[in-house]
């Protein structure tokens, strides 16, 4: 989706916070924000889902702008495993997802 | 729980050929959507269907078309195949339409048109 735009790539060492943005300048109100990992030869995973407030879930934070335009997705301890391709969505049915571009987390020990 | 099972996992086809690839989705889901991952356009929406309707349908040729069962089960249908639908196909299961909860995707299938 063109109008959801990512870095690339991110570097972190290991233990330590990601903050992961995004921009979605044209997103409408009824939106919602969803933030997916895929793992090479895997189908992306889930990660976290939001609409206007800030959410938190046992893998991650989700912070939204107050005018909605961007978003950051908060790891709060990298590990290893938490390598991957994120790619952050917009979704306006629930079932139609638009992909960012992704950016491709290298944790380094 | 079973998960999103797609089939088969691998496939090569030559072009002119059609193809069809099938998605179960999981137990009690029923919105099933399809997706494209290619490495130059990356991640994108070609259909989703719930109760055996198409709902929603992105920006693919008419070549690409789908369905879906009473089970809930889904496949889709590529005709006339060309070089440039070698790609990922996933598909993602969920409980409802509309209901932005999440989505569950199937490893893919790996299209390889020569």
């Known amino acids: 989706d063109a109008k959801t735009t990512q870095p690339n790539s991110m570097e972190s060492n290991e233990e330590e916070p990601v903050h992961l943005p995004c921009n979605h300048s044209t997103i409408s109100g009824t939106d919602y924000i969803h933030w997916y990992r895929q793992l090479p030869s895997q189908g992306p995973e889930y990660v976290i889902h939001g609409l206007t407030s800030n959410v938190n879930n046992r893998m991650a934070s989700l912070a939204i702008a107050e005018d909605r335009k961007s978003s950051t997705l908060i790891l709060h301890r990298a590990t290893l495993r938490d390598a991957a391709v994120y790619y952050c969505?917009?979704?306006?049915?629930?079932?139609?997802?638009?992909f960012g571009t992704g950016t491709s987390l290298t944790v380094i020990p | 729980k079973a998960g999103v099972t797609q089939t088969p996992r691998y496939l090569i086809k030559t072009r002119g050929q059609q193809v069809t690839l099938s998605c179960s989705p999981i137990s009690g889901h029923r919105s099933v959507s399809w997706y494209q991952q290619t490495p130059g356009q990356g991640l994108q929406f070609l259909f989703e269907?719930?109760?055996?309707?198409?709902?929603n349908k992105g920006n693919f040729p008419g070549r690409f078309s789908g369905r879906q069962f009473s089970n809930s089960r889904s496949e889709m249908n590529v005709s006339t195949l060309e070089l440039g639908d070698s790609a990922l196909y996933l598909c993602a299961s969920s409980p409802g339409h509309g209901m932005n909860t999440e989505a569950f995707f199937g490893q893919g299938t790996r299209l390889t048109v020569v």
């Open positions: 969505i917009r979704s306006n049915t629930g079932n139609q997802f638009y």
């Open positions: 269907y719930f109760s055996e309707t198409q709902r």
